[in-house]
T-cell receptor, first 113, second 112 residues
Framework: EPEVTQTPSHQVTQMGQEVILRCVPI?????FYWYRQILGQKVEFLVSFYNNEISEKSEIFDDQFSVERPDGSNFTLKIRSTKLEDSAMYFCASKDKSNYGYTFGSGTRLTVV | GEDVEQSLFLSVREGDSSVINCTYT??????LYWYKQEPGAGLQLLTYIFSNMDMKQDQRLTVLLNKKDKHLSLRIADTQTGDSAIYFCAEPIYNQGGKLIFGQGTELSVKP
C-alpha cells in the first residue's frame, strides 16, 4: 500500500537553528498538509498546499515557517529560527482528489534544545 | 468556529465494549474519521464514515453518526489490551484546502 514517508524520524536542533523536515507524499496525490502535535496535546493544522501554492495556513504558521515542493516529489517544511516551543511531532499528510483519501506519514519528532 | 470535542479519558476492562464520543461542527463534512495513535507512533486511520450513513460496521468497530446533533461515536467490541491508545476523531473543512480538524483525543486504557 502506498505510504507517505517522512525523514528524519527524530531531529534534535539548537534554538535559533534552521531545520528542514522532509516528506515524500503519495505520487498521485494533489493536496499536501503539515500538522504538528505538541507532546500530550491535540493534532494541530499548520498549512495546506495545492497546485504549487499554499491554500490555507493557521495562526501557528508564521513568518518563521515555509513550505516547498521543490521537485514534484518532495514536500518540505522549513523552520527558519527554531524556538523551544517548536518542539513537537510534525506530521505530513497527502490526499488524492477524493474527499476521503488522507494518508499520514509516521512523523518527525523535533526537539529544540 | 471549528471545534471538535471529545472526552479525554476512558478506562474499560478487557472484553468489555468501549464507546468513544465526539461532537463536530461542520455540517457539510462529507466524511468523518477516526484515527488511532499508539504511544510514540503516528496516526493510523482506523475507519471513516460517509455522511449519508447512520452506521458503519467493520469487524469489532461500529461507527454511529447522528447528523442532526453532529455527534459521532466509535464502539469497540470485545476491547483488548492492544486497543489501548489515543483515539482522535477528525472532520475535514473542504472550503479551506480540505484540512482536517482533530479532536483532543480520547485516551483509552484497557485493564486486564
Amino acid at each position: 500500500e502506498p505510504e507517505v514517508t517522512q525523514t528524519p524520524s527524530h531531529q534534535v536542533t539548537q534554538m535559533g537553528q534552521e531545520v528542514i523536515l522532509r516528506c515524500v507524499p503519495i505520487s498521485n496525490h494533489l493536496y499536501f498538509y503539515w500538522y504538528r502535535q505538541i507532546l500530550g496535546q491535540k493534532v494541530e493544522f499548520l498549512v495546506s498546499f495545492y497546485n504549487n501554492e499554499i491554500s490555507e495556513k493557521s495562526e501557528i504558521f508564521d513568518d518563521q515557517f515555509s513550505v516547498e515542493r521543490p521537485d514534484g516529489s518532495n514536500f518540505t517544511l522549513k523552520i527558519r529560527s527554531t524556538k523551544l516551543e517548536d518542539s513537537a511531532m510534525y506530521f505530513c499528510a497527502s490526499k488524492d482528489k477524493s474527499n476521503y483519501g488522507y494518508t499520514f506519514g509516521s512523523g518527525t519528532r523535533l526537539t529544540v534544545v | 468556529g471549528e471545534d471538535v470535542e471529545q472526552s479525554l479519558f476512558l478506562s474499560v476492562r478487557e472484553g468489555d465494549s468501549s464507546v468513544i464520543n465526539c461532537t463536530y461542527t461542520d455540517s457539510s463534512s462529507t466524511y468523518l474519521y477516526w484515527y488511532k495513535q499508539e504511544p510514540g507512533a503516528g496516526l493510523q486511520l482506523l475507519t471513516y464514515i460517509f455522511s449519508n450513513m447512520d452506521m458503519k460496521q467493520d469487524q469489532r468497530l461500529t461507527v454511529l453518526l447522528n447528523k442532526k446533533d453532529k455527534h459521532l461515536s466509535l464502539r469497540i467490541a470485545d476491547t483488548q489490551t492492544g486497543d489501548s491508545a489515543i483515539y482522535f476523531c477528525a472532520e475535514p473543512i473542504y472550503n479551506q484546502g480540505g484540512k482536517l480538524i482533530f479532536g483532543q483525543g480520547t485516551e483509552l486504557s484497557v485493564k486486564p
